[in-house]
Protein backbone atom coordinates (compact mmCIF):
# COMPACT_ATOMS: atom_id res chain seq x y z
CA UNK A 1 0.00 0.00 0.00
CA UNK A 2 0.94 3.30 -0.91
CA UNK A 3 -0.09 5.28 2.06
CA UNK A 4 1.37 2.41 4.20
CA UNK A 5 4.92 3.24 2.80
CA UNK A 6 4.58 7.08 2.90
CA UNK A 7 3.71 6.32 7.03
CA UNK A 8 5.96 4.06 7.52
CA UNK A 9 9.07 5.68 6.71
CA UNK A 10 7.94 9.02 8.46
CA UNK A 11 6.94 7.16 11.68
CA UNK A 12 10.10 5.34 11.87
CA UNK A 13 11.73 8.94 11.82
CA UNK A 14 9.38 10.48 14.22
CA UNK A 15 9.06 7.46 16.37
CA UNK A 16 9.99 9.02 19.80
CA UNK A 17 6.71 11.34 19.38
CA UNK A 18 4.46 9.11 17.97
CA UNK A 19 5.65 6.48 20.98
CA UNK A 20 5.09 8.86 23.45
CA UNK A 21 1.40 9.97 22.23
CA UNK A 22 0.71 6.06 21.96
CA UNK A 23 2.05 5.99 26.09
CA UNK A 24 0.02 8.84 26.70
CA UNK A 25 -3.19 7.68 25.11
CA UNK A 26 -2.55 3.96 27.14
CA UNK A 27 -2.83 5.80 30.43
CA UNK A 28 -6.19 7.71 29.11
CA UNK A 29 -7.37 4.05 28.36
CA UNK A 30 -6.55 2.84 31.55
CA UNK A 31 -8.17 5.64 33.69
CA UNK A 32 -11.03 5.60 31.06
CA UNK A 33 -11.48 1.86 32.25
CA UNK A 34 -11.61 2.68 35.71
CA UNK A 35 -14.72 4.85 35.67
CA UNK A 36 -17.52 2.20 34.53
CA UNK A 37 -15.72 -0.26 36.88
CA UNK A 38 -15.77 2.21 40.03
CA UNK A 39 -19.42 3.26 39.39
CA UNK A 40 -20.38 -0.26 39.70
CA UNK A 41 -18.57 -0.31 43.15
CA UNK A 42 -20.57 2.60 44.24
CA UNK A 43 -23.60 0.99 42.90
CA UNK A 44 -22.95 -2.32 44.95
CA UNK A 45 -21.99 -0.49 47.84
CA UNK A 46 -24.92 1.69 47.33
CA UNK A 47 -27.20 -1.28 47.51
CA UNK A 48 -25.68 -3.39 50.13
CA UNK A 49 -25.42 -0.38 52.06
CA UNK A 50 -21.75 -0.36 52.38
CA UNK A 51 -21.07 3.19 52.19
CA UNK A 52 -22.34 6.19 53.84
CA UNK A 53 -22.66 10.01 52.67
CA UNK A 54 -18.40 10.88 53.19
CA UNK A 55 -17.81 7.47 51.51
CA UNK A 56 -20.05 8.59 48.60
CA UNK A 57 -18.49 11.95 48.24
CA UNK A 58 -14.91 10.62 48.11
CA UNK A 59 -15.94 8.36 45.64
CA UNK A 60 -17.27 11.14 43.70
CA UNK A 61 -14.20 13.03 43.70
CA UNK A 62 -12.12 10.46 42.66
CA UNK A 63 -14.65 9.88 39.64
CA UNK A 64 -14.00 13.83 39.06
CA UNK A 65 -10.09 13.67 39.62
CA UNK A 66 -10.16 10.70 36.97
CA UNK A 67 -12.34 12.83 34.42
CA UNK A 68 -9.61 15.73 34.69
CA UNK A 69 -6.84 13.83 34.18
CA UNK A 70 -8.24 12.21 30.98
CA UNK A 71 -9.07 15.56 29.79
CA UNK A 72 -5.21 16.98 30.44
CA UNK A 73 -3.59 13.46 28.80
CA UNK A 74 -5.68 13.74 26.06
CA UNK A 75 -5.37 16.99 25.46
CA UNK A 76 -1.47 15.49 25.67
CA UNK A 77 -1.77 13.02 23.08
CA UNK A 78 -3.42 14.73 20.31
CA UNK A 79 -0.74 17.59 20.56
CA UNK A 80 1.95 15.44 20.09
CA UNK A 81 -0.09 13.32 17.54
CA UNK A 82 -1.25 16.24 15.29
CA UNK A 83 2.31 17.94 16.09
CA UNK A 84 3.92 15.13 14.18
CA UNK A 85 1.16 14.93 10.93
CA UNK A 86 1.64 18.44 10.10
CA UNK A 87 5.60 18.17 9.98
CA UNK A 88 4.63 15.30 7.55
CA UNK A 89 2.34 17.38 5.28
CA UNK A 90 5.28 20.24 5.49
CA UNK A 91 7.72 17.15 4.24
CA UNK A 92 5.64 16.03 2.21
CA UNK A 93 5.28 19.54 0.22
CA UNK A 94 9.03 20.28 0.83
CA UNK A 95 9.40 16.79 -1.64
CA UNK A 96 6.83 17.49 -4.33
CA UNK A 97 9.07 20.87 -4.60
CA UNK A 98 12.15 19.40 -4.76
CA UNK A 99 10.81 16.94 -6.61
CA UNK A 100 9.33 19.51 -9.66
CA UNK A 101 12.77 21.50 -9.39
CA UNK A 102 14.77 17.93 -10.45
CA UNK A 103 11.82 17.50 -13.65
CA UNK A 104 13.04 18.47 -16.99
CA UNK A 105 10.76 20.37 -19.12
CA UNK A 106 9.42 17.17 -21.21
CA UNK A 107 7.56 16.51 -18.01
CA UNK A 108 5.58 19.64 -18.11
CA UNK A 109 5.11 19.28 -21.43
CA UNK A 110 2.95 16.15 -20.56
CA UNK A 111 1.66 17.45 -17.71
CA UNK A 112 -1.13 19.77 -16.34
CA UNK A 113 -0.53 22.16 -14.17
CA UNK A 114 -3.57 22.13 -12.13
CA UNK A 115 -3.06 18.01 -11.97
CA UNK A 116 0.28 19.31 -10.19
CA UNK A 117 -1.40 21.43 -8.09
CA UNK A 118 -4.07 19.33 -6.67
CA UNK A 119 -1.40 16.78 -5.82
CA UNK A 120 0.43 19.18 -4.27
CA UNK A 121 -2.80 20.22 -2.35
CA UNK A 122 -5.66 18.43 -1.81
CA UNK A 123 -3.46 14.78 -2.45
CA UNK A 124 -1.22 16.03 0.56
CA UNK A 125 -3.54 17.02 2.58
CA UNK A 126 -5.54 13.08 2.52
CA UNK A 127 -2.25 11.95 3.28
CA UNK A 128 -1.62 14.27 6.40
CA UNK A 129 -4.89 13.71 7.91
CA UNK A 130 -4.80 10.10 7.85
CA UNK A 131 -1.36 10.29 9.82
CA UNK A 132 -3.07 12.72 12.19
CA UNK A 133 -7.03 11.58 12.40
CA UNK A 134 -6.82 8.37 10.61
CA UNK A 135 -3.67 7.31 13.33
CA UNK A 136 -5.83 8.80 16.27
CA UNK A 137 -9.21 6.95 15.15
CA UNK A 138 -7.34 3.96 14.62
CA UNK A 139 -4.89 3.84 17.47
CA UNK A 140 -7.60 5.08 19.79
CA UNK A 141 -10.19 2.82 18.84
CA UNK A 142 -7.95 -0.10 18.73
CA UNK A 143 -6.98 0.52 22.31
CA UNK A 144 -10.17 1.30 23.91
CA UNK A 145 -11.54 -1.68 22.24
CA UNK A 146 -8.97 -3.70 23.64
CA UNK A 147 -9.33 -2.77 27.31
CA UNK A 148 -13.21 -2.56 27.19
CA UNK A 149 -13.23 -6.31 25.54
CA UNK A 150 -10.86 -7.23 27.91
CA UNK A 151 -12.81 -5.70 31.12
CA UNK A 152 -16.13 -7.55 29.93
CA UNK A 153 -14.69 -10.63 29.31
CA UNK A 154 -12.07 -11.13 32.21
CA UNK A 155 -13.31 -8.84 34.95
CA UNK A 156 -17.74 -8.74 34.65
CA UNK A 157 -18.87 -11.37 32.97
CA UNK A 158 -17.21 -13.44 29.77
CA UNK A 159 -20.59 -15.28 28.77
CA UNK A 160 -22.27 -12.09 28.71
CA UNK A 161 -19.44 -10.57 26.67
CA UNK A 162 -19.58 -13.46 23.83
CA UNK A 163 -23.85 -13.08 23.87
CA UNK A 164 -23.07 -9.33 23.16
CA UNK A 165 -20.32 -9.31 20.61
CA UNK A 166 -21.97 -11.65 18.34
CA UNK A 167 -23.44 -8.75 15.82
CA UNK A 168 -19.40 -7.19 15.58
CA UNK A 169 -18.15 -9.60 13.16
CA UNK A 170 -20.96 -8.67 10.46
CA UNK A 171 -20.53 -5.00 11.38
CA UNK A 172 -16.48 -5.73 10.49
CA UNK A 173 -17.91 -7.21 7.21
CA UNK A 174 -20.03 -4.57 6.36
CA UNK A 175 -17.08 -1.90 7.11
CA UNK A 176 -14.61 -4.04 4.58
CA UNK A 177 -17.50 -3.69 1.80
CA UNK A 178 -18.12 0.14 2.31
CA UNK A 179 -14.32 1.04 2.89
CA UNK A 180 -13.26 -0.82 -0.30
CA UNK A 181 -15.34 1.59 -2.99
CA UNK A 182 -14.75 4.37 -0.84
CA UNK A 183 -11.44 3.89 -2.13
CA UNK A 184 -12.55 3.85 -5.69
CA UNK A 185 -15.06 6.71 -5.88
CA UNK A 186 -12.39 9.16 -3.70
CA UNK A 187 -9.55 8.56 -6.46
CA UNK A 188 -12.49 9.55 -9.20
CA UNK A 189 -13.18 12.66 -7.03
CA UNK A 190 -9.48 13.35 -7.08
CA UNK A 191 -9.25 12.83 -10.73
CA UNK A 192 -12.42 15.10 -11.22
CA UNK A 193 -10.61 17.81 -8.98
CA UNK A 194 -7.44 17.75 -11.15
CA UNK A 195 -9.70 18.30 -14.24
CA UNK A 196 -11.60 21.03 -12.93
CA UNK A 197 -8.48 22.60 -11.49
CA UNK A 198 -6.63 22.72 -14.47
CA UNK A 199 -9.65 24.06 -16.53
CA UNK A 200 -9.46 26.82 -13.85
CA UNK A 201 -6.49 28.09 -14.31
CA UNK A 202 -6.51 28.17 -18.29
CA UNK A 203 -9.72 29.84 -18.30
CA UNK A 204 -7.80 32.47 -15.64
CA UNK A 205 -4.93 32.86 -18.01
CA UNK A 206 -6.72 33.21 -21.31
CA UNK A 207 -9.79 35.19 -20.58
CA UNK A 208 -8.62 38.02 -22.29
CA UNK A 209 -8.26 35.45 -25.38
CA UNK A 210 -11.81 34.17 -24.73
CA UNK A 211 -13.57 37.88 -24.25
CA UNK A 212 -11.87 38.59 -27.75
CA UNK A 213 -13.23 35.43 -29.28
CA UNK A 214 -16.64 35.78 -27.52
CA UNK A 215 -15.96 32.06 -25.88
CA UNK A 216 -17.33 33.51 -22.41
CA UNK A 217 -20.27 31.00 -22.77
CA UNK A 218 -18.71 28.21 -24.18
CA UNK A 219 -16.34 28.00 -21.54
CA UNK A 220 -18.88 28.85 -18.52
CA UNK A 221 -20.84 25.56 -20.43
CA UNK A 222 -17.50 23.69 -20.64
CA UNK A 223 -16.86 24.80 -16.72
CA UNK A 224 -20.12 23.86 -15.96
CA UNK A 225 -19.56 20.68 -16.82
CA UNK A 226 -16.66 19.82 -15.18
CA UNK A 227 -17.66 20.85 -12.01
CA UNK A 228 -21.02 19.22 -12.14
CA UNK A 229 -18.71 15.86 -12.91
CA UNK A 230 -16.81 16.46 -9.26
CA UNK A 231 -19.52 17.07 -7.72
CA UNK A 232 -21.42 13.68 -8.60
CA UNK A 233 -17.90 12.03 -7.61
CA UNK A 234 -18.11 13.79 -4.04
CA UNK A 235 -21.36 12.66 -3.58
CA UNK A 236 -20.66 9.09 -4.80
CA UNK A 237 -18.13 9.11 -1.75
CA UNK A 238 -20.03 10.50 0.39
CA UNK A 239 -23.23 8.27 -0.38
CA UNK A 240 -20.38 5.83 0.64
CA UNK A 241 -19.61 7.10 3.89
CA UNK A 242 -23.20 7.66 4.76
CA UNK A 243 -22.96 3.45 5.18
CA UNK A 244 -21.15 3.12 7.57
CA UNK A 245 -23.29 5.11 10.14
CA UNK A 246 -26.17 2.40 9.94
CA UNK A 247 -23.79 -0.55 10.28
CA UNK A 248 -22.50 0.73 13.41
CA UNK A 249 -26.12 1.75 14.77
CA UNK A 250 -27.29 -2.06 13.91
CA UNK A 251 -24.56 -3.36 15.40
CA UNK A 252 -24.63 -1.34 18.75
CA UNK A 253 -28.54 -1.62 18.69
CA UNK A 254 -28.38 -5.53 18.00
CA UNK A 255 -25.55 -6.04 20.96
CA UNK A 256 -27.24 -3.68 23.18
CA UNK A 257 -30.73 -5.56 22.92
CA UNK A 258 -28.37 -9.06 23.40
CA UNK A 259 -27.07 -7.20 26.69
CA UNK A 260 -30.38 -6.32 28.03
CA UNK A 261 -31.81 -9.89 27.69
CA UNK A 262 -28.83 -11.86 28.37
CA UNK A 263 -27.20 -9.52 30.96
CA UNK A 264 -31.49 -9.54 32.48
CA UNK A 265 -31.17 -13.52 33.03
CA UNK A 266 -27.38 -13.25 33.98
CA UNK A 267 -28.65 -11.17 37.12
CA UNK A 268 -31.71 -12.96 37.92
CA UNK A 269 -29.44 -16.20 37.85
CA UNK A 270 -27.15 -14.06 40.18
CA UNK A 271 -24.45 -14.98 38.42
CA UNK A 272 -23.69 -11.40 37.81
CA UNK A 273 -24.43 -8.19 40.43
CA UNK A 274 -26.65 -4.89 39.56
CA UNK A 275 -23.26 -3.28 39.56
CA UNK A 276 -21.28 -5.91 37.47
CA UNK A 277 -24.19 -5.26 35.06
CA UNK A 278 -24.15 -1.70 35.49
CA UNK A 279 -20.85 -1.67 34.34
CA UNK A 280 -21.11 -4.04 31.78
CA UNK A 281 -23.60 -1.66 30.13
CA UNK A 282 -21.35 1.58 30.45
CA UNK A 283 -18.29 -0.74 28.91
CA UNK A 284 -20.75 -1.37 26.03
CA UNK A 285 -21.63 2.35 25.59
CA UNK A 286 -17.81 2.66 25.36
CA UNK A 287 -17.91 0.36 22.29
CA UNK A 288 -19.63 3.24 20.13
CA UNK A 289 -16.42 5.55 19.84
CA UNK A 290 -14.48 2.27 19.01
CA UNK A 291 -17.21 1.63 16.34
CA UNK A 292 -17.64 4.84 15.14
CA UNK A 293 -13.82 5.11 14.95
CA UNK A 294 -13.11 2.01 12.99
CA UNK A 295 -15.62 3.11 10.14
CA UNK A 296 -14.17 6.59 10.70
CA UNK A 297 -10.32 5.27 10.40
CA UNK A 298 -11.55 3.00 7.33
CA UNK A 299 -12.87 6.32 5.41
CA UNK A 300 -10.13 8.56 6.43
CA UNK A 301 -7.07 5.45 5.38
CA UNK A 302 -9.45 4.73 2.07
CA UNK A 303 -8.94 8.75 1.33
CA UNK A 304 -4.90 8.72 1.86
CA UNK A 305 -4.75 5.69 0.03
CA UNK A 306 -5.84 7.07 -2.57
CA UNK A 307 -3.87 10.41 -2.51
CA UNK A 308 -1.02 8.37 -1.93
CA UNK A 309 -1.02 6.25 -4.30
CA UNK A 310 -1.40 9.58 -6.74
CA UNK A 311 1.89 11.24 -5.06
CA UNK A 312 3.80 8.32 -5.12
CA UNK A 313 3.11 8.30 -8.77
CA UNK A 314 4.52 10.82 -9.16
CA UNK A 315 7.37 10.83 -6.34
CA UNK A 316 8.55 7.80 -8.73
CA UNK A 317 8.46 10.30 -12.03
CA UNK A 318 11.93 9.46 -13.95
CA UNK A 319 14.26 12.13 -13.53
CA UNK A 320 16.21 12.25 -16.65
CA UNK A 321 19.09 15.17 -14.93
CA UNK A 322 20.53 13.65 -11.80
CA UNK A 323 22.00 15.85 -9.12
CA UNK A 324 25.22 13.96 -9.18
CA UNK A 325 27.73 16.09 -9.94
CA UNK A 326 30.71 17.08 -6.49
CA UNK A 327 32.00 20.29 -7.99
CA UNK A 328 31.29 23.36 -6.13
CA UNK A 329 33.74 25.85 -7.91
CA UNK A 330 34.60 26.54 -11.61
CA UNK A 331 38.04 27.75 -12.55
CA UNK A 332 36.87 29.42 -15.57
CA UNK A 333 33.76 30.28 -17.32
CA UNK A 334 35.01 28.99 -21.13
CA UNK A 335 32.97 27.46 -22.44
CA UNK A 336 33.96 23.98 -24.66
CA UNK A 337 30.36 22.44 -27.09
CA UNK A 338 30.80 19.37 -28.73
CA UNK A 339 27.57 18.01 -29.56
CA UNK A 340 27.67 14.55 -31.91
CA UNK A 341 24.30 14.17 -31.71
CA UNK A 342 21.30 15.14 -29.60
CA UNK A 343 17.55 14.25 -29.99
CA UNK A 344 14.41 14.62 -27.75
CA UNK A 345 12.48 12.29 -25.96
CA UNK A 346 9.97 10.71 -27.99
CA UNK A 347 11.32 12.33 -30.98
CA UNK A 348 12.88 10.98 -34.06
CA UNK A 349 15.08 13.55 -35.90
CA UNK A 350 17.77 14.94 -34.05
CA UNK A 351 17.72 18.63 -32.21
CA UNK A 352 21.45 19.57 -32.88
CA UNK A 353 23.77 17.45 -34.36
CA UNK A 354 27.98 17.73 -35.25
CA UNK A 355 27.99 21.29 -33.45
CA UNK A 356 31.76 22.37 -31.82
CA UNK A 357 32.54 26.09 -30.85
CA UNK A 358 34.45 27.60 -27.92
CA UNK A 359 32.75 29.98 -25.68
CA UNK A 360 35.88 32.23 -24.53
CA UNK A 361 35.66 34.14 -21.08
CA UNK A 362 34.59 37.74 -22.24
CA UNK A 363 33.48 36.78 -25.38
CA UNK A 364 29.83 37.46 -27.18
CA UNK A 365 28.53 34.58 -29.49
CA UNK A 366 25.44 34.84 -32.00
CA UNK A 367 23.28 32.01 -32.11
CA UNK A 368 20.94 32.36 -35.07
CA UNK A 369 18.56 30.80 -37.82
CA UNK A 370 15.54 29.93 -38.38
CA UNK A 371 12.54 28.33 -36.19
CA UNK A 372 13.48 25.13 -35.12
CA UNK A 373 16.88 24.95 -36.10
CA UNK A 374 18.13 23.67 -32.51
CA UNK A 375 19.05 27.57 -31.36
CA UNK A 376 17.02 26.88 -27.98
CA UNK A 377 18.03 23.81 -27.76
CA UNK A 378 21.80 24.47 -27.09
CA UNK A 379 20.89 27.01 -24.06
CA UNK A 380 18.93 23.81 -22.77
CA UNK A 381 21.93 21.56 -23.24
CA UNK A 382 24.01 24.08 -21.54
CA UNK A 383 21.77 25.21 -18.32
CA UNK A 384 21.53 21.02 -18.19
CA UNK A 385 17.92 20.72 -18.63
CA UNK A 386 18.18 17.84 -20.73
CA UNK A 387 21.27 15.12 -20.79
CA UNK A 388 23.75 14.89 -23.67
CA UNK A 389 24.60 11.74 -24.60
CA UNK A 390 26.24 11.97 -27.18
CA UNK A 391 29.12 14.67 -27.19
CA UNK A 392 30.70 16.75 -24.11
CA UNK A 393 30.12 19.97 -22.80
CA UNK A 394 32.49 21.46 -20.67
CA UNK A 395 32.66 24.56 -18.22
CA UNK A 396 36.29 25.36 -17.13
CA UNK A 397 38.12 22.30 -18.29
CA UNK A 398 35.28 20.11 -16.35
CA UNK A 399 32.68 18.44 -17.77
CA UNK A 400 29.16 19.73 -16.60
CA UNK A 401 27.88 16.79 -14.98
CA UNK A 402 30.59 16.99 -12.74
CA UNK A 403 29.27 20.06 -11.07
CA UNK A 404 26.56 20.11 -8.73
CA UNK A 405 23.51 21.97 -10.43
CA UNK A 406 23.18 24.84 -7.93
CA UNK A 407 27.21 25.74 -8.87
CA UNK A 408 26.50 25.27 -12.43
CA UNK A 409 23.46 27.22 -13.27
CA UNK A 410 25.25 30.08 -10.65
CA UNK A 411 27.23 30.33 -13.35
CA UNK A 412 24.56 31.40 -16.04
CA UNK A 413 22.32 34.61 -16.04
CA UNK A 414 19.60 33.40 -18.21
CA UNK A 415 16.77 35.55 -20.12
CA UNK A 416 14.60 33.76 -22.11
CA UNK A 417 12.18 34.58 -24.89
CA UNK A 418 9.51 34.81 -23.00
CA UNK A 419 10.43 35.80 -19.20
CA UNK A 420 8.58 34.95 -16.12
CA UNK A 421 7.76 37.60 -14.16
CA UNK A 422 6.28 36.76 -10.30
CA UNK A 423 3.37 39.20 -8.57
CA UNK A 424 5.42 40.91 -6.98
CA UNK A 425 6.93 44.93 -7.16
CA UNK A 426 9.25 45.72 -10.22
CA UNK A 427 12.30 45.93 -7.64
CA UNK A 428 11.66 42.71 -6.18
CA UNK A 429 11.59 40.68 -9.73
CA UNK A 430 15.01 42.37 -10.86
CA UNK A 431 16.50 41.22 -7.30
CA UNK A 432 15.55 37.59 -7.53
CA UNK A 433 18.81 36.23 -7.47
CA UNK A 434 20.03 39.13 -5.38
CA UNK A 435 18.12 39.68 -3.10
CA UNK A 436 20.12 42.27 -1.01
CA UNK A 437 21.28 44.10 -3.67
CA UNK A 438 20.23 47.89 -2.96
CA UNK A 439 18.04 50.20 -4.75
CA UNK A 440 20.62 52.26 -6.87
CA UNK A 441 22.11 48.79 -8.48
CA UNK A 442 18.34 48.21 -9.63
CA UNK A 443 17.79 51.12 -10.59
CA UNK A 444 21.30 50.90 -12.30
CA UNK A 445 20.63 47.52 -14.13
CA UNK A 446 17.40 49.08 -15.40
CA UNK A 447 18.86 52.01 -16.76
CA UNK A 448 21.59 49.82 -18.97
CA UNK A 449 18.68 47.79 -19.73
CA UNK A 450 16.41 50.63 -21.56
CA UNK A 451 14.09 50.79 -18.72
CA UNK A 452 14.23 54.05 -17.17
CA UNK A 453 12.10 56.03 -19.06
CA UNK A 454 9.57 53.49 -18.28
CA UNK A 455 10.35 53.27 -14.69
CA UNK A 456 10.20 57.18 -14.40
CA UNK A 457 6.19 56.51 -15.71
CA UNK A 458 5.27 53.78 -13.63
CA UNK A 459 2.92 55.17 -10.97
CA UNK A 460 5.13 53.70 -7.59
CA UNK A 461 8.22 53.45 -9.54
CA UNK A 462 10.36 50.59 -7.67
CA UNK A 463 7.65 49.90 -5.79
CA UNK A 464 4.65 48.93 -8.61
CA UNK A 465 3.48 45.69 -8.35
CA UNK A 466 3.28 44.54 -11.92
CA UNK A 467 0.96 41.72 -11.72
CA UNK A 468 1.42 37.86 -11.97
CA UNK A 469 3.33 36.89 -15.02
CA UNK A 470 4.20 40.87 -15.19
CA UNK A 471 0.48 41.48 -16.97
CA UNK A 472 0.73 45.21 -16.72
CA UNK A 473 3.49 45.41 -18.68
CA UNK A 474 4.08 44.92 -22.22
CA UNK A 475 6.05 42.13 -24.48
CA UNK A 476 8.93 44.13 -24.60
CA UNK A 477 9.09 45.67 -20.89
CA UNK A 478 8.73 42.23 -19.35
CA UNK A 479 12.07 41.47 -22.06
CA UNK A 480 13.79 44.34 -20.52
CA UNK A 481 13.17 43.67 -17.16
CA UNK A 482 13.86 40.11 -17.26
CA UNK A 483 17.47 41.29 -18.81
CA UNK A 484 18.14 43.84 -16.02
CA UNK A 485 17.52 40.90 -13.59
CA UNK A 486 20.29 39.28 -15.38
CA UNK A 487 23.09 42.13 -15.51
CA UNK A 488 21.86 42.89 -11.81
CA UNK A 489 23.60 39.23 -11.47
CA UNK A 490 26.68 38.76 -11.07
CA UNK A 491 27.11 35.32 -12.86
CA UNK A 492 29.82 35.36 -15.48
CA UNK A 493 28.18 34.12 -18.52
CA UNK A 494 24.97 35.08 -20.33
CA UNK A 495 22.24 33.24 -21.83
CA UNK A 496 19.97 35.50 -23.96
CA UNK A 497 17.15 33.65 -26.08
CA UNK A 498 15.46 36.08 -28.15
CA UNK A 499 15.47 38.02 -25.86
CA UNK A 500 15.35 41.23 -28.05
CA UNK A 501 12.78 39.93 -30.24
CA UNK A 502 9.59 42.08 -28.60
CA UNK A 503 11.73 45.14 -28.34
CA UNK A 504 12.01 48.03 -31.73
CA UNK A 505 14.91 48.84 -32.97
CA UNK A 506 15.84 52.01 -31.22
CA UNK A 507 15.73 50.14 -28.21
CA UNK A 508 17.46 47.32 -30.03
CA UNK A 509 20.71 49.12 -30.25
CA UNK A 510 20.59 50.71 -26.90
CA UNK A 511 20.39 46.89 -25.41
CA UNK A 512 22.96 45.91 -27.93
CA UNK A 513 24.94 48.65 -26.71
CA UNK A 514 24.51 47.71 -22.81
CA UNK A 515 26.09 44.08 -24.06
CA UNK A 516 29.11 45.97 -26.04
CA UNK A 517 30.05 47.61 -22.49
CA UNK A 518 29.39 44.09 -20.73
CA UNK A 519 32.79 42.81 -21.55
CA UNK A 520 33.99 41.38 -18.25
CA UNK A 521 31.39 38.31 -19.47
CA UNK A 522 30.58 35.98 -21.63
CA UNK A 523 27.39 36.05 -23.52
CA UNK A 524 25.58 33.65 -25.86
CA UNK A 525 23.44 35.56 -27.99
CA UNK A 526 20.46 33.45 -29.47
CA UNK A 527 17.92 35.58 -32.06
CA UNK A 528 16.60 35.13 -35.29
CA UNK A 529 17.11 38.76 -35.84
CA UNK A 530 20.65 39.27 -37.50
CA UNK A 531 20.84 42.96 -36.33
CA UNK A 532 21.12 41.49 -32.70
CA UNK A 533 24.24 39.37 -33.61
CA UNK A 534 26.30 41.34 -35.97
CA UNK A 535 29.16 42.87 -33.47
CA UNK A 536 29.37 39.62 -31.67
CA UNK A 537 33.03 38.33 -31.80
CA UNK A 538 31.41 35.43 -32.96
CA UNK A 539 28.50 34.04 -35.06
CA UNK A 540 27.26 30.10 -35.61
CA UNK A 541 24.41 29.83 -38.32
CA UNK A 542 22.22 26.62 -37.57
CA UNK A 543 19.88 24.95 -40.19
CA UNK A 544 17.90 22.14 -39.19
CA UNK A 545 20.40 21.33 -36.12
CA UNK A 546 23.12 21.63 -38.03
CA UNK A 547 25.83 24.42 -37.87
CA UNK A 548 25.90 25.62 -41.91
CA UNK A 549 28.32 28.32 -41.25
CA UNK A 550 30.63 30.06 -38.62
CA UNK A 551 32.80 33.27 -38.05
CA UNK A 552 31.85 36.93 -38.17
CA UNK A 553 29.73 38.93 -39.25
CA UNK A 554 31.62 40.74 -42.19
CA UNK A 555 32.89 37.28 -43.22
CA UNK A 556 29.60 35.63 -43.15
CA UNK A 557 28.23 38.47 -45.30
CA UNK A 558 31.23 38.19 -47.89
CA UNK A 559 30.83 34.17 -48.62
CA UNK A 560 27.05 35.04 -49.88
CA UNK A 561 25.48 32.10 -47.94
CA UNK A 562 22.68 30.68 -45.65
CA UNK A 563 23.98 33.95 -43.12
CA UNK A 564 23.81 36.23 -46.26
CA UNK A 565 20.72 35.40 -47.57
CA UNK A 566 19.04 35.85 -44.16
CA UNK A 567 20.43 39.04 -43.76
CA UNK A 568 19.37 40.41 -46.98
CA UNK A 569 15.78 39.36 -46.38
CA UNK A 570 16.06 40.81 -43.02
CA UNK A 571 17.29 44.02 -44.47
CA UNK A 572 15.04 44.74 -47.13
CA UNK A 573 12.14 43.52 -44.49
CA UNK A 574 12.94 45.94 -42.24
CA UNK A 575 12.88 48.72 -45.10
CA UNK A 576 9.88 48.02 -46.23
CA UNK A 577 8.52 48.74 -42.14
CA UNK A 578 10.11 51.74 -41.98
CA UNK A 579 8.52 53.00 -45.30
Known amino acids: ????????????????????????????????????????????????GRVDMPGLWRSTAILVAVALAMYGLRYLWRMLLFGASYQLGVAL??????????????????????????????????????????????????????????????????????????????????????ASRVQGYF?????????????????????????????????????????????????????????????V????????????????????????????????TLYLVQLIWPMFALGWCLNILQRGEAAARRLTE???????????????????PALHIHIETFTYPLANTPALFDLSLTVAPGASVGIVGAIGSGKST?????????????GKLTLGEQSLSDYQLGTLRSMYAYVPQDPYLFAATLGENVALGVPHASEEDIRAALTAAAFGPDLERLPDGLDTRIGERGVTLSGGQRQRVALARALLSPAPILLLDDTLSAVDQTTEQELLATLEAERDRSCLIVSHRLSAVRHADHIVVLDQGH??????????LAQGGHYARLWQEQQIRSEGTRS
Open 1 to 48: MALRRLLLDFLNTHRRAYLLAITVLLMVGLLNMALPWWAGRIIDALNE
Open 93 to 178: RDRFYEKLTRLDPGFFQQRRSGDLLARSTQDIDAVEVAAGEGVLASVDGALTMILVLAMMVFVIDAPLALIALIPFPFMAWGFYRV
Open 187 to 247: GQSLECFSALNDRTQEAIAGLRLLRQHSMIEDEIEDFDRRAEAHARANYQVQRMEARYDPV
Open 249 to 280: FLALGSATLATIVAGSWRFLSDAITLGELTSF
Open 314 to 332: FFHERETISDEGTLTRVSS
Open 378 to 390: LIRLLLRQYPLTH
Open 547 to 556: AVEQGRHESL
